[in-house]
């Protein structure tokens, strides 16, 4: 590769999960650092980072499609220097580096703290990669948080020793670790002094965060939360994704007792098939986890119940993908992510007898997906009446028009003269089947 102009401008593009929205932010601001600043909406940027997502084909696959449309002028005028991140760099990362020559650098979701210096060598035309999975945490070499939204995403807790059969996480994120409490303190106080009003804490498997509080006292997720609504100026607290076996009772019970814990679980099931679930080395039952909900639902009555489903696992019958509509039934979700099984290089399940044909999966899929949105919808019409906070997320279309959160993570749009990071009371006053329509009743913060 020939020497390349330093750039001057970087768009960060990331896709799936949030955890990656977060990683995109913090390259974004480490680019910062070596005084790059983010190309404006619609121009052009000299550094483009790819912030992949692995865990279905569809989603690996549309890399090289953007690669080729970057190079070739059609996402914008001039080809920009590339850097491919996220868990198709951590996966695929030689057979990138020999399928697309355009680009420069190759970064895994455990190295990306050493893209300055990547950087450099991509300048002097040495193309990089780096996958490597250092002992020593990445956090510890990025800088200070200056991320000025409303709402904030905090990883605490990164990669995954589930093994589920399916899934490519345990090998793209590596196995699981915890940031050390002080550490999360310290950024949550960040995000704070920025404006954030939300911190919605990320894991691959958050409540098996665990630590040592200011104290000495070992903690688990429950205790973070429970120390983080102590910090004046943060006013609501999500996390996510849990995983029903490493549920700790007093996460439970924190959904009765912090105020400032919002009303909404997302506990993936996969499936409600006990013979798929142990297929898939879930290592949990149906009938345990709608327990585990149920006692969330006694800690706190009216929270919101999320999930991710996998249909046309190998081997899944007929029978067994009705056993999920059940649990659907038994549960009445207020959302839920629903995904066709994709096989993925490496898991033991890509190899399994029994593949799923793609009709039947396209068949069970929407099948799926119409229980979900009738039960998402009357969750909504539920909500019609209730006064509820909203925080305000971002401008509507049309003058004085916003559109916030409701506790369990609803849409509501309503007019009003407030202002991105209020926290409004609203009045539902009708539901779709994805957002509400909300009144201004008061402010409540400002
Ligand atoms: N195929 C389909 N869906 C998958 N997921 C993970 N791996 C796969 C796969 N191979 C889904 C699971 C998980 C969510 C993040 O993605 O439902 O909870
Ligand atoms: Fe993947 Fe299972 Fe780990 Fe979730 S718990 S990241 S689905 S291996």
Redesign the pocket.
Known sequence: MKPQTPPKTYRVKSFGCQMNVYDGERMGELLDGQGLTPAPEGEDADLVVLNTCHIREKAAEKIYSDIGRLTKGKTQKKAPMIAVAGCVAQAEGEEIMSRAPAVSMVVGPQAYHRLPDMLDKAVKGERATDTDMPAIAKFDSLPARKRRQPTAFLTVQEG?D???T?????YT?GAEISRPYNHLIAEARKLIEAGAKEITLLG??VNAWSGEDDKGRAVGLAGLIRSLATLDGLERIRYT?S?PNDMEDDLIAAHGEVDKLMPYLHL?V?SGSDRVLKAMN?AHTAESYLKLLERFRSARPDIALSGDFIVGFPGETEGEFEETLSLIDEVRYAAAFSFKYSPRPGTPAATMNGQIAPEVMDDRLQRLQARIARDQFAFNKATVGKTCSVLIERKGKHPGQWLGKSPWLQSVWFEGDVQLGDIVEARIAEAGPNSLGGELLQPVTA
């Open positions: 995954c589930k093994f589920c399916y899934c490519v996480v345990p994120r691959q498997n994704t995983h993936p996969q879930r």
